[in-house]
C-alpha cells in the first residue's frame, strides 16, 4: 500500500473545520491591522535562500529540498516566506506603488527535518511582512497581530519573549567580545558550535547541546552591548507592549544569527506542545532587501506554524470548532423518483442551500440514519401517495414537527427558513 511521504500528513474531512476557523481568525485579524494577503509560488531559485537566509543555516545546509530541473535550473521547495515575500517586493516593484507594504500569507513550507511532534516535513505557516518603514511601532504590531491571533483561539499557556539585536555595527563589536570570552573554551564546544564559532558565532547561544548551555550562561550579552539607538527603541518596545496589555519577558539569549537582522526580535512559545515550543517567531530585518540586490528597505516581520498552534489548540481543548451540518438531506420513498430527487437537490443546490440525498439505494432507514449523521436541518421525504398528489413531507430534524408542503412551493417554505 502506498501511503503519504514520511513526515508529510493528510488533513482529512473531519479536521479541516478547524483549520479553516484557524485561517478565517488569521484573515480577520490581519484585516483589522490592514494587512493585504500575498501567494508566491511553492518553489523558487535556490540563490534566493541560500542569500537570503544564509548558507550556514542549518535550513540551507541540512533541511532544503532542492533539485535541478529539466532546464537545469536549480530549485527548492520553500522553506520560509520572507525572502519569497521580499524576492516579490522588489520583483514588482511594490515599494514604489506605495512607501509602506503590509502584507500577509498562508503558505505551505518544506524542510526535511526529523519528523516529531509539532514539526513535518511539509508544514503550513502563517504571517505577516512590513516593509518601508523603520518605524519601531511596527516591530510592536507584529507582536500585537501573533498574540491576538493565539488569544483569538482560546490559547492562554503562552510566552511572549523579546530581545534586541542592536545595528549590524554595535554587533559586530560585539561578536568580537563574545569571540574573546569563548577563544579559550572552543575546543570544549560541540562540533556544530565549533563551526559557528567562525561563520555565524551568535548562533552558539541557539544550540541545544548541554555543555554549550552551561559554557554560555556566562557569555557577554548583546543587550549589555546595544548602541543607543538601539536601546532607545527597544524600551519602546516594552512600553508599548505594556500599553497594549501583552505580557513579556526580556530574553538575552534569543538571538537570530543572520546578518541582516538589526533591533527587535521575538517569540512566542507554548507550554502545551513539547519540545517544540515555539508558535512563532519574528524581529526586523532592514538589510534583507539590500542582501538581496533590492533598494535599501526597511522590513520587519513573523511567521508562525499552524500545526504547532492546532496541537497547543488540541493540548488546552481551546478549540471549538463550528459544527458542520447541511440544509436538507432529501429522502426516495419510490425507487423510480431518483431523477426527480436529484432535480430538486440541484434545484436547491442552486439557491444556495447545502442538500444531499442517497446514492446507495438504501432502505428509508438507513437515509434516515445518513440525515442524522450529516445532522441535516430538514428531511424531504419524496414518493408514496403524497407525491403523487403534488406534495411531499418535510421533517424539521431538531423539533420533530412534519408538516406537508406542496413540492411546487418548496422553494418558498425552505428558503424562508434559511
Known sequence: MIKAVTGTKDILPDEIPAWKLVEKTIERIFHNFN??????????????????????TDIVGKEMYSFTDRSENNITLKPEMTASVVRAFIEHSLGKQQSLNKLYYVSPMFRQERPQAGRLRQFHQFGAEALGSTSVYLDVEMIQMAFEILKELGLK??????????????????????????????????????KRFDKNILRIFDSKDEN?????????????????????????????????????????????????????TFEI????????????????????????EGEPTPGVGFAAGIERILLACENEKSLKSPEENIDLFITRLDDELSQKVFEIALNFRRKNLSVDCDYLDRSLKAQM????????KYVLFIGGDEYKSGMANLKNMESGEQKLVQIDKLDEVLLSQK
Open 369 to 376: 440514519r445518513e440525515a442524522n449523521k450529516l445532522k441535516a
Open 157 to 194: 499557556d503562552l510566552n511572549v519573549k523579546i530581545n534586541s539585536l542592536g545595528t549590524p555595527e554595535s554587533r559586530n563589536a560585539y561578536k568580537e567580545k563574545l569571540r574573546k570570552f569563548l577563544i579559550d573554551k572552543k575546543n570544549k564546544l560541540s562540533e556544530d558550535s565549533r
Open 35 to 56: 494587512y493585504k494577503e500575498i501567494r508566491t509560488p511553492v518553489f523558487e531559485e535556490t540563490s534566493l535562500f541560500a542569500r537570503g537566509i544564509g548558507e550556514e
Open 212 to 264: 554549550d548551555k552551561k559554557i554560555m550562561k556566562d557569555a557577554p550579552l548583546l543587550l549589555d552591548h546595544l548602541d543607543s539607538e538601539s536601546k532607545e527603541s527597544f524600551e519602546i518596545v516594552k512600553e508599548t507592549l505594556k500599553l497594549s496589555g501583552i505580557p513579556f519577558e526580556v530574553d538575552p539569549y534569543l538571538v537570530r544569527g543572520l546578518d541582516y537582522y538589526t533591533k527587535t
Open 269 to 292: 512559545i507554548s507550554g502545551k506542545v513539547g519540545s517544540q515550543n515555539a508558535l512563532c517567531g519574528g524581529g526586523r530585518y532592514d538589510l534583507l532587501a539590500e542582501h538581496l
